[in-house]
C-alpha cells in the first residue's frame, strides 16, 4: 500500500473494513458509497469499503462494529474511488 | 424524590460564556437553523469548540429554553442517563418529567418506553420551544441508551429540539434523518477555524501581534484545530516568534503532544506541577486545589483561588461551571494531555497520593460518590471499602441503588465476606433492581460460619449474630409470591418473633430491625392473600400500616393500603374499604402520583358505583384512567375499564361503553383481557345477540367448568351472568354454587352476596322460586350493612319482583326493611335513591374480624386447642374471644351461638344444590 495521500481530521477518506464472521448491518449513518462482499470460508469474513466523511463518523462506525460484537480483523485506508 | 436528586447541578449549566470569544456568524446560522429542526449533531474530534460553540448559542436563548447535560462516562447506564436528562428538563422548564422522574425511581420501573412516553407527554403541553443539549454524548455506549434516544427522537413533539455534542456519530438512525432533513450537521469541517478567524483569535483573544505569514503558517500547521492553536499561541507567550514557529513547522512529533510540551514548557514551575496534579479531578474549586497541591509552591501563591483565577487570565482551558466562578473543569482534552505528562513524570504511588486526598476533601464536603470514586482510583482498597459501608444508605435515600451494583460488582468473594454489612445493603440493591443476592448473602453466612436458618432454629447462636442473620431470613422470604407455601407463614411468624423480641432500636446488619417488621408484616398479609384468607390478611395488611407509617417507609405504606382495601372489598365491608383507599390517595411522596393511586381510584370508582354515586364514580374513573394508561398499570387498567363501560352503559350510552371496552389493548399477557370479553358478551346476550354470544361460548365452554380462585371469581361472576343470559341456567347454577363454595370459605363476601343474587335469579328462571327466595334473603341480610345497590338493580326484572315477594320477611328488622323499601324504589329509577349510602354511617360491626375468625372455624367444630393452633395464638386468647363473642351474641355457649351468628347472617351458609 501506498501512503500517497495525508489525512485530515475534517475530510472525508475512503476505508476497507475486514470483520469476522457474516455481518449484515445498515451502515449508512456512517459510511456512503459502500460495497460489502462476504467471503465464506474457513473463517468467514466480511469486507466492507465506503466512505467516511470525517474522523468522527469513523469512530462512530468502529463503535457500531464494537457494540455488534464482531472481531475487527483490519481497516485500511485506500484510495479514494477504489473498490 | 426529584427534590433529594444527588445530581451534580454544575452538570445542568450551561457553560458560562468568554468575553474573547471569537465571532463566527457562518456557525451561529448553521445552529439556527438546526434549532429549528428536530436534531443538531456537533460531532467533531476534541478540540473543535464544540461545547464553546453550543454554549455561546444558549446563551442566546431566554432562560429556560434550553436544558444542557454535560455527561460523564459513569452516565452510561440507562437509570442514570434518564435520571440527568430528566432533571435538567426539570431545572429548565420546572414540573416536566416529574412523574417519569418517580417512574424511574419505582421499585419495578416501568418499560423505558413508558417513562418517556411520560416525559414526552409533559412536553407536549409546553408553550414554548425547549432545546436540549447533550455534550459528550460520545461517552455513551449503552445500546439501550441508544435505543431510548431513537425514541424519544421519533417521538418528541414539534416545538422541541435535541443537540448532540459528540466526538463520533451515534447510531441514532442518522442516514434517514439526514435524507429527510430532520438534521442539521455540524461538523470539523465547519468548526476548523479559517484563516480570518485564526487570525482575530490571536489577537483579540491571545493577545498577539503576527505578522500575516506568521498566521497563515499557524493556520496551516495546525489545520484550523482551535485547542492547536491556543496551545501555540499560549507557548508563544514572551518567546521570540519566528524561532517557535520554525521549529514548530519542522516538527514530525504528533501535534498535541509537542504543544502540550511547549504549553507546561512555557509556565512558571509552580504553575506546571499544579496543572499537572490537578489534572486529576473532574472538577475543581479553590479549597480542593488547595488541598491536592499543599503548600510546595513558594514563588506561587498559595490560595488555591488566587491560582485557579490565574489559570482562567491566562486562557489554560479552563472551564467554569457555574455563575459564582467557584467551580470549574479544564478542558478534557487539555486534562487528558495533562493526565499523560502526570503518569510520564510521576510514579503510580504519588498519583495515588492525589487520588487519597481528593477523596478526604470530597468525603469531608459531603460529596459521597466523588469521594469513593477518588478512594479506588487512589487503590485504597480499604477506604474504599469503609466509605461505601458507611455511607451505603446514602445510596437508598438517593435512589442510587445501580450505582451501588456498578460500584462493587467487581468486588471478591473474599471482599464480601469481610464487609458483611454492605454485602447486605447490595443485596438488597439487587432486589430491588430486580436481579438475585443470592451470592452475595451466602457471602454474609460463610462470614458468621452459620446458614441463616439458624436465626430461627439455633437457641445456641449468639445473639448479635441472631439479628445479622434475621435480615438475611427476611431478604430470602421476598422470593417471588408464587413461591410461597404452606410453611411459609410459620417460617415468617418465627422471624417476625425474633425481630419483635429485639431491644428497641436494634440494628440488624444493614436496616433496622423495626423497618423489616414492616417487611415482614407485609409478607406475611400477602400470603394470608394468597391463601384466600381474608380476614387475616386485614389484620397482617393494617399491621403492616402502622409499622411502615412509623418507619416512613412510603412505597410499603401505599402497597399495604391497596392490598388492605382490597380484602376489604372482598370480606364486603364497603365502607371500610372506602376510608382505606381515601387514606391511600391522601398519602403521597413528593406529590406524585403512583401505581398505587390508579389501583385506588378503581377501587373508589366501583364502590361508588355500587352505591348508585354515579357521578363521584366518573369522577374516579377519570382520574384513575390517564394514570394507569401512564404507568401501564394493568392491574388498574382492566377494572378501570370495566367499571368506566359498566356507568357509561348504565347512564345510557351503550355505544360508548363498547368502545371503551375494545379501546383496551396488546395487554403484556392475552388472558388479562379474558373479563373484558366476558363483559362484552354478557351485554351481546343481554341484548338479544344470541349468536355470536353462543358462538363465542363455544369457542370459551372450558370457563364454565372452571374451578374459582381468589383472583378469578369475579370474572366467573360476569361469566355466570353470561350463562344465565344465553339460558344455560343449569350451567350457570352450577358455576355459581362453586364460586359461593369457594368465596365463602375464604370470607370473601362481596362476591358471596352478588353469587346469592346471580343465583337467585337463575332459579327464578328454572322455577325454583321458593330457593330463588330464601338465596335473595340471605344476600339482602348480608348486605343491608354495607347498602349494596347496583348487584340488585342491575339484575334487573326478575329479581325486582323477587325482592317485592321477600320484602315481608325483612318486616322483624326494621333497618333491613327501610333497606329492602330503599332498594325497591331503586329498581324504579333504575339506579340507588339519592342520599342512599355512603354519606350513611355504615352499621358499627357486630363482632372483631378476629372474633368471626374464631366464630368460623368454632362453626367448622373445632376444639380451642384447634383453633389456637390454626391462628397462632395461644389457647387463653381464643378464649377470651369466644367470652366476648358469647357476650356481643347474648349467649352462653356454643350451639347457642352458632344458632345466633347464622340468624344474624354472621357465617358462611351453604346453600342447597339446585335440583
Known amino acids: 500500500m501506498s501512503r500517497a495521500h495525508i489525512l485530515h481530521l475534517d475530510q472525508p477518506a475512503r476505508y476497507r473494513f475486514v470483520l469476522q464472521g457474516l455481518i449484515r448491518a445498515d451502515w449508512s449513518d456512517w459510511l456512503s458509497d459502500i460495497t460489502v462482499n462476504f467471503l465464506e470460508e474457513e473463517t468467514a469474513m466480511t469486507y466492507i469499503t465506503g466512505t467516511v466523511r470525517d474522523q468522527s463518523a469513523l469512530f462512530g462506525f468502529l463503535s457500531q462494529v464494537r457494540d455488534l460484537g464482531a472481531p475487527l480483523v483490519s481497516v485500511e485506508n485506500i484510495a479514494e474511488g477504489k473498490k | 424524590m426529584a427534590e433529594s436528586l444527588p445530581l451534580i447541578a454544575t452538570r445542568f449549566h450551561i457553560p458560562p460564556q468568554r468575553d474573547d470569544l471569537v465571532i463566527r456568524p457562518r456557525l451561529r446560522e448553521l445552529l439556527e437553523r438546526g434549532a429549528r429542526l428536530p436534531l443538531t449533531l456537533v460531532s467533531a474530534p476534541p478540540g473543535f469548540g464544540k461545547t464553546m460553540l453550543a454554549a455561546e448559542w444558549a446563551h442566546t436563548r431566554p432562560s429556560g429554553q434550553v436544558a444542557w447535560v454535560s455527561l460523564s462516562k459513569e452516565d452510561n447506564q440507562p437509570s442514570i442517563f434518564w435520571r440527568y436528562v430528566l432533571a435538567a428538563l426539570q431545572h429548565a422548564q420546572g414540573g416536566i418529567g416529574a412523574t417519569a422522574l418517580a417512574m424511574l425511581a419505582a421499585l419495578t420501573p416501568p418499560p423505558i418506553e413508558t417513562i418517556l412516553a411520560s416525559a414526552i407527554n409533559d412536553l407536549d403541553s409546553l408553550q414554548a420551544s425547549l432545546w436540549l443539549v447533550l455534550d459528550d454524548y460520545h461517552l455513551i455506549q449503552q445500546p439501550e441508551i441508544h435505543a431510548g434516544l431513537r425514541f424519544w427522537l421519533d417521538n418528541q413533539p414539534a416545538h422541541f429540539h435535541m443537540v448532540i455534542l459528540t466526538r463520533e456519530d451515534p447510531p441514532l438512525g442518522l442516514a434517514r434523518r ?33 505578522s500575516p505569514d506568521q498566521v497563515a503558517g499557524l ?27 520554525q521549529s514548530f513547522a519542522g516538527e514530525n512529533r504528533f501535534i498535541a503532544d509537542y504543544l502540550i510540551e511547549e504549553v507546561l514548557h512555557a509556565q512558571p514551575e509552580a504553575v506546571r506541577r499544579f496543572l499537572l496534579q490537578t489534572s486529576i479531578l473532574e472538577r475543581m474549586c479553590a479549597p480542593l486545589c488547595a488541598a491536592l497541591v499543599g503548600d510546595q509552591q513558594a514563588d506561587f501563591p498559595a490560595e488555591g483561588a488566587v491560582s485557579l483565577e490565574y489559570l482562567d487570565r491566562a486562557n489554560l482551558f479552563l472551564v467554569a461551571l457555574d455563575h459564582q466562578r467557584n467551580w470549574y473543569r479544564y478542558h478534557h482534552l487539555f486534562a487528558e494531555l495533562l493526565r499523560q505528562k502526570l503518569s510520564q513524570y510521576h510514579s503510580q504511588a504519588e498519583i495515588a497520593g492525589l487520588h487519597g486526598r481528593a477523596s478526604a476533601w470530597f468525603e469531608a464536603n459531603g460529596e459521597i460518590l466523588a469521594a469513593i470514586q477518588h478512594a479506588d482510583l487512589a487503590l485504597d482498597e480499604a477506604r474504599f471499602l469503609d466509605l461505601l459501608t458507611r455511607y451505603a444508605g446514602y445510596f437508598f435515600t438517593q435512589g442510587e441503588l445501580p450505582r451501588l451494583i456498578e460500584l462493587t460488582q467487581n468486588l471478591t468473594t473474599s471482599q464480601r465476606e469481610q464487609n458483611p454489612v454492605l454485602s447486605m445493603a447490595v443485596s438488597w440493591a439487587l432486589l430491588a433492581t430486580g436481579q438475585s443476592p443470592e451470592a452475595w448473602l451466602q457471602g454474609i453466612e460463610r462470614r458468621f460460619g452459620a446458614e441463616a436458618e439458624a436465626a430461627i432454629k439455633d437457641p445456641e447462636l449468639p445473639q448479635e449474630h441472631r439479628y445479622d442473620l ?9 422470593t417471588p409470591f408464587d413461591e410461597y407455601t404452606l410453611q411459609t407463614r410459620p417460617r415468617l411468624l418465627a422471624i417476625q418473633g425474633e425481630l419483635e423480641s429485639a431491644p428497641k432500636g436494634q440494628t440488624c446488619l444493614f436496616n433496622k430491625a423495626a423497618s ?3 417487611v415482614v408484616a407485609f409478607d406475611l398479609g400477602l400470603d394470608a392473600e394468597l391463601a384466600g384468607k381474608a380476614d387475616l390478611a386485614v389484620q397482617d395488611f393494617k399491621k403492616t400500616i402502622d409499622l411502615a407509617r412509623k418507619d416512613q417507609n412510603h412505597h410499603l405504606l401505599l402497597l399495604a393500603f391497596g392490598h388492605l382495601a382490597n380484602m376489604q372489598i372482598a370480606q364486603g365491608r364497603l365502607h371500610a374499604a372506602r376510608q382505606t383507599l381515601e387514606a391511600c390517595l391522601a398519602e403521597h411522596v413528593a406529590g406524585i402520583k403512583l401505581p398505587y393511586h390508579a389501583l385506588a381510584y378503581a377501587g373508589l370508582g366501583a364502590l361508588h358505583y355500587e352505591w348508585g354515586d354515579f357521578s363521584t364514580a366518573d369522577h374516579y374513573f377519570d382520574e384513575g384512567l390517564p394514570l394507569a394508561r401512564l404507568w401501564d398499570t ?36 392475552p388472558e388479562l383481557l379474558l373479563p373484558v370479553e366476558v363483559l362484552k358478551m354478557l351485554w351481546q346476550a343481554q341484548e ?49 354454587q362453586r364460586i359461593l363454595d369457594s368465596a365463602s370459605a375464604g370470607g370473601r363476601w362481596q362476591i358471596v352476596i352478588e353469587g346469592k343474587i346471580v343465583l337467585a335469579k337463575a332459579l327464578v328462571g328454572e322455577g325454583q322460586v321458593e330457593e330463588a327466595r330464601a338465596l335473595l334473603f340471605e344476600a339482602l341480610e348480608l348486605a343491608a350493612p354495607e347498602g349494596y345497590s347496583m348487584s340488585f338493580i342491575e339484575e334487573g326484572e326478575s329479581i325486582h319482583n323477587l325482592l317485592a315477594s321477600v320484602r315481608d320477611l325483612a318486616k322483624p328488622d326494621p333497618a333491613l326493611s327501610a333497606y329492602a323499601d330503599r332498594l325497591l324504589v331503586g329498581f324504579v329509577q333504575g339506579a340507588a335513591p339519592v342520599g342512599f349510602s355512603p354519606s350513611r ?21 373445632l376444639a380451642n386447642a384447634e383453633i389456637a393452633e390454626r391462628l397462632y395464638i395461644s389457647v387463653s386468647t381464643v378464649k377470651t374471644h369466644t367470652g366476648n363473642i358469647y357476650n356481643k351474641l347474648g349467649v352462653t355457649n356454643r350451639t347457642q351461638a352458632l344458632a345466633r351468628a347464622n340468624q344474624l347472617g354472621l357465617l358462611p351458609r351453604r346453600t342447597a344444590p339446585p335440583e
Not at chain 2, 360508548?656 to 379501546?663: E, F, I, K, P, S
Not at chain 2, 374480624?849 to 372455624?857: G, P
Open chain 2, 178 to 210: 439526514r435524507a429527510h432533513r430532520q438534521m442539521v450537521e455540524i461538523r470539523a469541517a465547519d468548526l476548523r477555524f479559517n484563516l480570518q478567524e485564526t487570525a482575530s483569535f490571536l489577537r483579540d483573544a491571545m493577545e498577539l501581534r503576527l
Open chain 2, 219 to 245: 493556520e496551516s500547521r495546525t489545520e484550523g484545530w482551535i485547542v492547536g492553536l491556543q496551545m501555540a499561541a499560549l507557548s508563544l507567550q514572551g518567546r521570540d516568534v519566528g524561532s517557535f514557529l
Open chain 2, 470 to 478: 434475621l435480615e438475611v431470613l427476611v431478604i430470602r422470604q421476598q
Open chain 2, 516 to 518: 423489616l417488621q414492616a
Open chain 2, 634 to 669: 394493568w392491574e388498574a387498567l382492566v377494572p378501570l375499564t370495566l367499571g368506566n363501560a359498566r356507568l357509561q352503559r348504565r347512564m345510557g350510552d351503550p355505544e360508548a361503553a363498547y368502545h371503551t371496552l375494545d379501546g383496551l389493548n396488546n395487554p403484556p399477557r
Open chain 2, 688 to 736: 338479544g345477540n344470541l349468536k355470536a354470544a353462543l358462538s363465542w361460548l363455544e369457542q370459551h365452554a372450558e370457563v364454565a367448568a372452571a374451578q374459582p380462585t381468589p383472583l378469578s371469581e369475579r370474572m366467573l361472576l360476569d361469566f355466570a351472568r353470561f350463562l344465565s343470559a344465553c339460558q344455560r341456567a343449569g350451567d350457570a347454577a352450577a358455576l355459581l
Open chain 2, 841 to 861: 354511617a355504615p352499621l358499627p360491626d357486630l363482632l372483631s374480624e378476629r372474633e368471626l375468625e374464631v366464630l368460623n372455624l368454632v362453626a367448622e367444630g
